[in-house]
């Protein structure tokens, strides 16, 4: 029987009397096993499994659940339970109502928005008005998070811009015009349609249950209330609501029981991940944050009880090595171990260590570090130079050669080698033939073939290779990028040089301008120039990510074969699992690494300022030290020497008590 495996506390909710019921599951409660076992309970109670319905924010989540049920109820009776996403459910209903709605993604209604946007004229004022994506952003947050009119909710945040309110409207009136003449709608329509609907057609449930409620919206919210379910169960926990970016209200939370005056309040406080000194810690920081409903978290787990360390160093790459050597001299599992950090630049200088040491880590959300272009361009370039026989380098790097293909840049290698009698770099740099064969004796390719006549009107320098036919102005441009860096390194054996070199030359400088124009055009061909900014600063980062490992190594081979040798295997299977806080949510880890615990960091101050919470980054921080069943390590560094900037601890070590505030100034 499903209710025999829960504790008293998940018992008592889960067989609770239908009405308002709202349970507190903090973090490693068994939130899961409870609302498995109410469903268990409404059925054995002899509810109809078609009146049942489960909101989840994930599919995936929806058909854990029902797959644990299907262990103690048939699946005929199982798979009659509606469930789902909010999106999902709402889908389903409106299709089976004969609704035409075409469901389009944010990509092409951004098109639409953006050609309405683009009829009005906003120029003539100092103020620059809001860029059509942008506006089309915050319309779709509006619709999540609030039911004023948009223009009093817009200029609560925004009250400069009242001068366009008018123009903004009447762009938001046309394209809600648009979509309907054409029957298109968005995700959030799926919601509004369906509340439009329940206005004068019931959709009977006898119970509605919600999981993750703490990050419901206050469309989601709107919607619920509009159903008018008999019973509602939600399972929550306000001190893990971090999606307010996402327009998530945790006042849907906060606000239950005085929004229903018969609800009942039910508490999961048995925490059966972490050890009594993980607990505690998390308790005492997140204790700073308003007690909308009182809580203790108790240990419900018999392990070894090792408190949590803090780890200081004086410069940030110095702790993401030593992170990396912890890693590696621990016998935890590698799937057990989590880097868990607040921004995506944390993550690139523990990868890149871990790297270092051959040891395989898993990034979920994000390119992997080794695997962005201007990384994988760099270690190319430098490959190349190491190994003049590696061709599919030389074709990578041509990649970046306006107008030359992977053919064309196969005959450039063989004819570099040619020239140089079997050695391209000789061929780059002193060739000792002068001229290439009229006809194409080197590929099966016929790039040499046709008129004698050359048909190049560019410039020619006295390399040979400019008399190919397929040389023009500006592959040779490239060409001579090249044969500058290399011939600047010829006589350098020292990595980190030949990098920084690297960094500074033409060559690079043409690829990174290249990548932050590809990185920031919108689909109509035009440059956002904030965009452009962020792509060339994050390039930069990653590039003196780079040179910072080059010092390690004297020789260039060896870097390399740090760098690039095994790469596909330490990126695939097994590894440290390395996650942003919010793709940590719901994931439990014997150890865990929290890093960059910096003022300006984690809490991450910029977003601070676009409208975000302290009181939400400290709900961050509880969800990431949560995570840790046996082992938490806080670490922070005080320098960062590639940004040369100086750090202070972050507020929350102090508030968890890993640090004393007479040993440092916080307020200097």
Same mark, same amino acid.
């Given at each position: 029987?499903?209710?025999?495996?829960?504790?008293?506390?998940?018992?008592?909710?889960?067989?609770?009397?239908?009405?308002?019921?709202?349970?507190?599951?903090?973090?490693?409660?068994?939130?899961?096993?409870?609302?498995?076992?109410?469903?268990?309970?409404?059925?054995?109670?002899?509810?109809?499994?078609?009146?049942?319905?489960?909101?989840?924010?994930?599919?995936?989540?929806?058909?854990?659940?029902?797959?644990?049920?299907?262990?103690?109820?048939?699946?005929?009776?199982?798979?009659?339970?509606?469930?789902?996403?909010?999106?999902?459910?709402?889908?389903?209903?409106?299709?089976?109502?004969?609704?035409?709605?075409?469901?389009?993604?944010?990509?092409?209604?951004?098109?639409?928005?953006?050609?309405?946007?683009?009829?009005?004229?906003?120029? +003539?004022?100092?103020?620059?008005?809001?860029?059509?994506?942008?506006?089309?952003?915050?319309?779709?947050?509006?619709?999540?998070?609030?039911? &004023?009119?948009?223009?009093?909710?817009?200029?609560?945040?925004?009250?400069?811009?009242?001068?366009?309110?008018?123009?903004?409207?009447?762009?938001?009136?046309?394209?809600?015009?648009?979509?309907? %003449?054409?029957?298109?709608?968005?995700?959030?329509?799926?919601?509004?349609?369906? /509340?439009?609907?329940?206005?004068? %057609?019931?959709?009977?449930?006898?119970?509605?249950?919600? &999981? %993750?409620?703490?990050?419901?919206?206050?469309?989601?919210?709107?919607?619920?209330?509009?159903?008018?379910?008999?019973?509602?169960?939600?399972? +929550?926990?306000?001190?893990?609501? /971090?999606? $307010?970016?996402?327009?998530?209200?945790?006042?849907?939370?906060?606000?239950?029981?005085?929004?229903?005056?018969?609800?009942?309040?039910?508490?999961?406080?048995?925490?059966?991940?972490?050890?009594?000194?993980?607990?505690?810690?998390?308790?005492?920081?997140?204790?700073?944050? !308003?007690?909308?409903?009182?809580?203790?978290?108790?240990?419900?787990?018999?392990?070894?009880?090792?408190?949590?360390?803090?780890?200081?160093?004086?410069?940030?790459?110095?702790?993401?090595?030593?992170?990396?050597?912890?890693?590696?001299?621990?016998?935890? !599992?590698?799937?057990?171990?989590?880097?868990?950090?607040?921004?995506?630049?944390?993550?690139?200088?523990?990868? $890149?260590?871990?790297?270092?040491?051959? /040891?395989?880590?898993?990034?979920?959300?994000?390119?992997?570090?080794?695997?962005?272009?201007?990384?994988?361009?760099?270690?190319?370039?430098?490959?190349?130079?190491?190994?003049?026989?590696?061709?599919?380098?030389?074709?990578?790097?041509?990649?970046?050669?306006?107008?030359?293909? !992977? $053919?064309?840049?196969?005959?450039?290698?063989?004819?570099?080698?040619?020239?140089?009698?079997?050695?391209?770099?000789?061929?780059?740099?002193?060739?000792?033939?002068?001229?290439?064969?009229?006809?194409?004796?080197?590929?099966?390719?016929?790039?040499?073939?046709?008129?004698?006549?050359?048909?190049?009107?560019?410039?020619?320098?006295?390399?040979?290779?400019?008399?190919?036919?397929?040389?023009?102005?500006?592959?040779?441009?490239?060409?001579?990028?090249?044969?500058?860096?290399?011939?600047?390194?010829?006589?350098?054996?020292?990595?980190?040089?030949?990098?920084?070199?690297?960094?500074?030359?033409?060559?690079?400088?043409?690829?990174?301008?290249?990548?932050?124009?590809?990185?920031?055009?919108?689909?109509? +061909?035009?440059?956002?120039?904030?965009?452009? /900014?962020?792509?060339?600063?994050?390039?930069?980062?990653? $590039?003196?990510?780079?040179?910072?490992?080059?010092?390690?190594?004297?020789?260039?081979?060896?870097?390399?074969?740090?760098?690039?040798?095994?790469?596909?295997?330490?990126?695939?299977?097994?590894?440290?699992?390395?996650?942003?806080?919010?793709?940590?949510?719901?994931?439990?880890?014997?150890?865990?690494?929290?890093?960059?615990?910096?003022?300006?960091?984690?809490?991450?101050?910029?977003?601070?300022?676009?409208?975000?919470?302290?009181?939400?980054?400290?709900?961050?921080?509880?969800?990431?030290?949560?995570?840790?069943?046996?082992?938490?390590?806080?670490?922070?560094?005080?320098?960062?020497?590639?940004?040369?900037?100086?750090?202070? !601890?972050?507020?929350?070590?102090?508030?968890?008590?890993?640090?004393?505030?007479?040993?440092?100034?916080?307020?200097?």
């Amino acid at each position: 029987m499903a209710l025999n495996t829960l504790n008293s506390e998940q018992l008592k909710a889960a067989t609770a009397k239908q009405g308002h019921n709202l349970v507190i599951a903090s973090a490693g409660t068994g939130k899961t096993s409870t609302i498995v076992g109410r469903i268990a309970h409404l059925l054995y109670s002899g509810i109809d499994p078609k009146k049942i319905l489960l909101l989840t924010f994930t599919n995936k989540a929806a058909g854990e659940m029902l797959a644990r049920l299907e262990r103690f109820f048939p699946k005929e009776i199982v798979s009659q339970i509606e469930s789902g996403t909010f999106h999902a459910v709402c889908y389903r209903w409106l299709k089976a109502r004969d609704n035409k709605v075409s469901l389009k993604q944010p990509s092409e209604l951004k098109t639409l928005f953006k050609s309405i946007y683009e009829e009005f004229d906003f120029s +003539g004022d100092e103020l620059q008005a809001f860029s059509p994506l942008y506006l089309y952003e915050l319309y779709s947050l509006y619709q999540n998070a609030s039911v &004023d009119t948009f223009d009093k909710w817009f200029l609560e945040s925004y009250p400069e811009h009242e001068c366009f309110v008018d123009k903004y409207l009447l762009v938001i009136e046309k394209f809600e015009e648009e979509k309907r %003449e054409y029957g298109f709608a968005s995700f959030n329509d799926l919601l509004l349609y369906t /509340i439009g609907y329940l206005s004068t %057609e019931d959709l009977y449930f006898e119970e509605i249950l919600v &999981d %993750e409620y703490q990050d419901t919206n206050t469309l989601q919210g709107v919607l619920i209330d509009a159903m008018r379910p008999k019973s509602l169960f939600c399972v +929550g926990d306000y001190d893990q609501s /971090i999606y $307010a970016f996402n327009g998530a209200n945790i006042e849907n939370i906060s606000t239950f029981t005085t929004r229903y005056k018969d609800a009942d309040l039910f508490s999961l406080i048995t925490n059966y991940r972490s050890t009594a000194s993980i607990l505690e810690l998390a308790n005492r920081v997140i204790e700073y944050n !308003p007690r909308i409903y009182p809580k203790e978290l108790k240990v419900g787990c018999d392990k070894q009880d090792i408190p949590p360390r803090l780890m200081i160093y004086n410069e940030l790459f110095e702790q993401y090595h030593a992170i990396a050597h912890a890693i590696y001299s621990s016998n935890v !599992p590698h799937n057990d171990i989590a880097v868990i950090f607040r921004n995506n630049s944390s993550a690139d200088g523990v990868e $890149a260590c871990l790297r270092e040491l051959a /040891i395989p880590c898993k990034r979920k959300g994000g390119t992997s570090f080794f695997d962005t272009k201007e990384v994988k361009f760099l270690l190319d370039v430098l490959s190349l130079y190491s190994n003049p026989k590696d061709m599919m380098a030389f074709l990578h790097v041509f990649e970046y050669a306006k107008g030359v293909g !992977p $053919a064309v840049a196969k005959d450039f290698f063989l004819s570099l080698v040619y020239l140089g009698e079997g050695n391209l770099l000789k061929g780059v740099l002193s060739p000792s033939i002068n001229e290439l064969p009229k006809k194409n004796t080197l590929t099966t390719n016929s790039l040499f073939e046709g008129d004698d006549e050359m048909k190049n009107d560019f410039k020619k320098s006295n390399h040979p290779l400019y008399s190919h036919q397929k040389a023009d102005s500006d592959n040779m441009k490239f060409f001579e990028n090249i044969k500058e860096y290399y011939n600047q390194i010829q006589k350098q054996k020292s990595p980190s040089h030949m990098v920084g070199k690297l960094m500074k030359s033409p060559l690079y400088e043409s690829v990174v301008e290249l990548l932050s124009l590809q990185r920031s055009r919108l689909k109509n +061909g035009e440059i956002e120039e904030n965009r452009y /900014i962020q792509a060339k600063e994050r390039i930069s980062q990653k $590039a003196m990510l780079l040179y910072e490992l080059s010092k390690n190594y004297n020789e260039i081979d060896r870097f390399l074969n740090a760098m690039i040798l095994g790469a596909g295997e330490l990126t695939q299977g097994d590894g440290i699992n390395l996650l942003t806080v919010h793709a940590s949510k719901g994931l439990e880890f014997t150890d865990v690494y929290v890093v960059d615990l910096m003022d300006g960091r984690f809490p991450n101050t910029k977003l601070m300022s676009r409208g975000g919470e302290l009181e939400e980054e400290r709900r961050l921080f509880y969800v990431a030290v949560t995570r840790a069943k046996e082992k938490l390590n806080l670490s922070f560094a005080s320098y960062d020497k590639v940004k040369k900037t100086e750090f202070k !601890p972050s507020q929350f070590l102090f508030e968890a008590k890993m640090l004393k505030e007479e040993d440092y100034s916080l307020g200097a």
